[in-house]
């Protein structure tokens, strides 16, 4: 089996019911964090994977990492930190009666707490710590948000995107997320192109890629970065194009009832590198995408349940998926 490792924050998930939070006095507990919920669907997809992470010494870090070991995930590398807490996300979703009126039916909002968090003090003392697991994958992934969560945790990801490679892939998912930037909100756009740049396989949703570097267009986008070997870009209008290389493939996206949209984004790079490590075509890879994403935005949670292997192998084989 092909290895992988994401680095980045688990977040304790508490999704208020029904919401709104000022009405809410029930709150069911899940597990988030866009790397460890890669993780995850890269286990489920016949690839090992481990976890770099921080979590503090509380009931949320022990339930995060058990979470991931019970999906497969190597979880050796998480270090406890004996005083920072482990961070927390509360979700109010949307739809009227009862719900947040302020939102529509499939949108959500999330409210972060986790200034201060153990996976804040991610640095690159963790990557040397974790260079055993490193050296043994075949590909590395971790986002913007971990990028964003301090500036110890910049210089963990910028150190990892300039390690040698050793044949090891670096694979950088945007996910842009305003708030975690703060204090440092001027710098932002710098930060994330510089980790566009360095990295060889790139996720890039449209509507956040227009905000950071001012363009949604796919094509723009790619001259704009013409360094990454690969670049996935979501466009808006439900479809995704694809660079590798010198080709360009756009595949549209499933038409589904959607359900909930959190966590969408980190199953289609879970299915894109699940795929591109088990040696599949541009276009396979961006259907097994395509498909993970569709088992996220029909279910609630942030982590997609999805079908074996052999079925989504099957459907992503099927024309006009
Ligand atoms: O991609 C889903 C994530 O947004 C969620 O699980 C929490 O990692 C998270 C974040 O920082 O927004």
Same mark, same amino acid.
């Not at 945007?174 to 930060?191: D, H, S, V, Y």
């Not at 075509?281 to 996220?296: K, M, S, T, V």
């Given at each position: 089996?092909?290895?992988?490792?994401?680095?980045?924050?688990?977040?304790?998930?508490?999704?208020?019911?029904?919401?709104?939070?000022? =009405?809410?006095?029930?709150?069911?507990?899940? #597990?988030?964090? @866009?790397? #460890?919920?890669?993780?995850?669907?890269?286990?489920?997809?016949?690839? =090992?994977?481990?976890?770099?992470?921080?979590?503090?010494?509380?009931?949320?870090?022990?339930?995060?990492?058990?979470?991931?070991? *019970?999906?497969?995930?190597?979880?050796?590398?998480?270090?406890?930190?004996?005083?920072?807490?482990?961070?927390?996300?509360?979700?109010?979703?949307?739809?009227?009666?009862?719900?947040?009126?302020?939102?529509? #039916? %499939?949108?959500?909002?999330?409210?972060?707490?986790?200034?201060?968090?153990?996976?804040?003090? +991610?640095?690159?003392?963790?990557? *040397?710590?974790?260079?055993? +697991?490193?050296?043994?994958?075949?590909?590395?992934?971790?986002?913007?948000?971990?990028?964003?969560?301090?500036?110890?945790?910049?210089?963990?990801?910028? @150190?990892?995107?300039?390690?040698?490679?050793?044949?090891?892939?670096?694979?950088?998912?945007?996910?842009?997320?305003?708030?975690?930037?703060?204090?440092?909100?001027?710098?932002?756009?710098?930060?994330? $192109?510089?980790?566009?740049?360095?990295?060889?396989?790139?996720?890039?949703?449209?509507?956040?890629?227009?905000?950071?570097?001012?363009?949604?267009?796919?094509?723009?986008?790619?001259?704009?970065?013409?360094?990454?070997?690969?670049?996935?870009?979501?466009?808006?209008?439900?479809?995704?194009?694809?660079?590798?290389?010198?080709?360009?493939?756009?595949?549209? @996206?499933?038409? +589904?009832?959607?359900?909930?949209?959190?966590? $969408?984004?980190? *199953?289609? *790079?879970?299915?894109?590198?699940?795929?591109?490590?088990?040696?599949?075509?541009?276009?396979?890879?961006?259907?097994?995408?395509?498909?993970?994403? @569709? $088992?996220?935005?029909?279910?609630?949670?942030?982590?997609?349940?999805?079908?074996?292997?052999? %079925?989504?192998?099957?459907? #992503?084989?099927?024309?006009?998926?």
């Amino acid at each position: 089996r092909p290895r992988a490792v994401t680095i980045g924050e688990g977040l304790a998930v508490l999704v208020a019911q029904p919401g709104p939070l000022e =009405e809410s006095e029930t709150f069911d507990r899940s #597990a988030g964090g @866009a790397e #460890a919920n890669v993780a995850t669907v890269l286990t489920q997809l016949a690839v =090992e994977a481990g976890w770099i992470s921080r979590v503090g010494d509380d009931g949320f870090g022990r339930y995060l990492t058990g979470h991931l070991r *019970a999906r497969g995930v190597d979880v050796s590398a998480v270090v406890t930190d004996p005083t920072r807490p482990t961070a927390m996300y509360v979700k109010e979703r949307g739809g009227g009666s009862g719900r947040a009126t302020d939102l529509a #039916a %499939r949108d959500s909002r999330m409210l972060y707490y986790r200034t201060g968090s153990a996976a804040s003090a +991610l640095s690159t003392a963790d990557l *040397a710590a974790a260079a055993g +697991l490193l050296d043994r994958c075949a590909l590395v992934h971790c986002t913007g948000i971990t990028t964003a969560l301090s500036e110890s945790a910049t210089e963990l990801t910028e @150190a990892l995107i300039a390690l040698p490679r050793r044949g090891r892939l670096v694979s950088f998912d945007l996910n842009f997320r305003p708030a975690l930037w703060a204090g440092r909100a001027e710098q932002a756009a710098e930060i994330l $192109a510089r980790h566009v740049r360095g990295s060889d396989v790139v996720f890039l949703g449209a509507d956040e890629a227009g905000t950071v570097f001012g363009t949604e267009d796919a094509d723009e986008l790619r001259a704009l970065f013409p360094e990454p070997g690969q670049l996935v870009v979501k466009n808006n209008e439900h479809s995704v194009t694809g660079f590798s290389g010198p080709d360009r493939v756009e595949v549209p @996206a499933l038409s +589904l009832d959607v359900t909930e949209r959190i966590g $969408a984004g980190d *199953a289609f *790079a879970g299915g894109y590198l699940a795929a591109l490590l088990h040696g599949r075509p541009l276009e396979q890879r961006l259907r097994f995408g395509h498909l993970c994403a @569709a $088992a996220a935005l029909t279910g609630t949670g942030d982590v997609a349940e999805l079908p074996a292997p052999e %079925r989504l192998a099957a459907l #992503a084989a099927c024309s006009g998926t």
